[in-house]
């Protein structure tokens, strides 16, 4: 079993090249990639760290990579999000039990949000990595924030006013579509690890409430507390 760690920035991932050991880089399609061994308290995993910048189309390019080209038969998704839904605060962590593209729409030919070709509006993840992941989450966060466990949508936009995050949220809930956090790329690597069978977790430390100060909030926020989740997070996931 070969795990994937894949971020979409330097920041949400800092820390887990460093904890590799036998680290090998190699430079493919325009990104770097680092296999290594991590080496926990009871047992080890070969890994593969990617970062696939910003976007779906950035992180499907990179998903398909690490799996046709590392041979990775597992992706964990790290990274921010904005919070969406009531409750979900700066410094809550979201594990994504579900995916959907929010900026997908080929209406009339097929309903609003669909797949096309899928016959199907939102992308599961894996049951057991996602409870892992909630559970290394809830034992990390403690009493200092929630752990939330839901639906994460994703799309090709930072959402950074109080209005855009409103008529997301409600224009989704309204289909029946109970939104938990945005971003802006786990979607893409669902349906990616989708199409080729590759078990798929993610889980997101909120940055913002993706509102009128999302995009100053989420560049204070990415530099310190996430990546510090991230690693506690991980590790606990990987010790499971
Ligand atoms: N990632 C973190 N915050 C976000 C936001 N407000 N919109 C989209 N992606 C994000």
Do not use: N
């Not at 900026?103 to 096309?116: G, I, K, M």
């Not at 966060?141 to 209005?163: E, I, K, N, P, Y």
């Not at 109970?178 to 069978?197: F, N, P, S």
Request: proline letters at 2%; hydrophobic letters at 45%.
């Amino acid at each position: 079993m070969t795990i994937a760690i894949l971020s979409a920035l330097p920041e949400e991932q800092a820390g887990w090249v460093e904890m590799l050991q036998d680290v090998r880089g190699t430079r493919h399609a325009g990104r770097q990639f680092w296999q290594g061994r991590w080496q926990g308290t009871g047992h080890g995993h070969d890994v593969v760290c990617a970062l696939s910048g910003i976007g779906k189309v950035a992180a499907a390019t990179t998903a398909a990579a690490l799996i046709e080209r590392f041979g990775v038969t597992r992706i964990v998704f790290t990274g921010v999000a904005g919070g969406v839904g009531a409750g979900v605060q700066v410094g809550d962590v979201v594990v994504a039990s579900e995916y959907l593209q929010h900026d997908l729409d080929a209406s009339p030919l097929f309903p609003r949000w669909e797949l096309p070709g899928y016959g199907r509006t939102r992308l599961a993840c894996d049951p057991v990595m996602s409870a892992a992941l909630h559970a290394a989450s809830q034992a990390c966060v403690g009493s200092a924030a929630r752990a939330h466990q839901g639906l994460v949508v994703s799309g090709d936009q930072f959402v950074g006013t109080a209005q855009a995050s409103q008529s997301l949220r409600a224009g989704l809930e309204a289909a029946g579509h109970a939104v938990l956090a945005v971003e802006m790329e786990g979607a893409a690597v669902a349906q990616t690890c989708h199409d080729y069978g590759v078990p798929f977790a993610a889980m997101r430390t909120i940055s913002d409430r993706a509102d009128d100060s999302a995009s100053v909030d989420f560049a204070a926020f990415v530099q310190t507390v996430a990546s510090r989740y991230a690693q506690h997070i991980l590790t606990g996931f990987l010790e499971r």
